[in-house]
């Protein structure tokens, strides 16, 4: 499985911004997605997960409510739907596939993931 996410790019706080990930290889609705991001300086932390038919999601607290996950799997790719962002957000964002748990499973937990795509840089000015 290969994951390439993109869609990253610098926004003032406030506004809007949506990532992709296209995945290829592996049927793509045999593995739940996920979003990770990691801030300059810290460890890399969960933001939001998807399961393999986009019937579950789940979400960091710190992003409730203002990001939204989903997925298109004719089109091999989730999305990651940013708003109302904070300086606090600016990090670089990774999708990654999780093969692992039954067709309603999504997790937090990093170590999980089995794939993992090469990141998209997002940066938030105040």
């Known amino acids: ?25 592996r049927t793509f609705s045999s593995y739940a997605m996920g979003w990770i991001r990691q801030a300059p300086g810290k460890e890399r932390e969960f933001v939001a ?9 789940a979400y960091a607290d710190s992003v ?24 606090e957000d600016t990090a670089v964002y990774y999708c990654a596939g999780d093969v692992n748990g039954d067709s309603l499973a999504v997790t937090r937990v990093l170590r999980t993931y089995d794939y993992w795509g090469q990141g998209t840089l997002v940066t938030v000015s105040s």
């Not at 290969?2 to 926004?11: E, K, R, S």
């Not at 809007?16 to 990930?21: A, D, E, F, K």
């Not at 409730?64 to 300086?87: C, Q, W």
């Open 1 to 25: 499985v290969q994951l390439q996410a993109f869609g990253g790019g610098l926004v003032q706080a406030g506004g809007s911004l949506r990532l992709s990930c296209a995945a290829s290889g």
């Open 49 to 57: 997960a998807i399961s393999r038919s986009g019937t579950r999601t």
């Open 64 to 87: 409730e409510g203002r990001f939204t996950i989903s997925r298109d799997n004719a089109k091999k790719t989730v999305y990651l739907h940013m708003s109302s962002l904070k300086p």
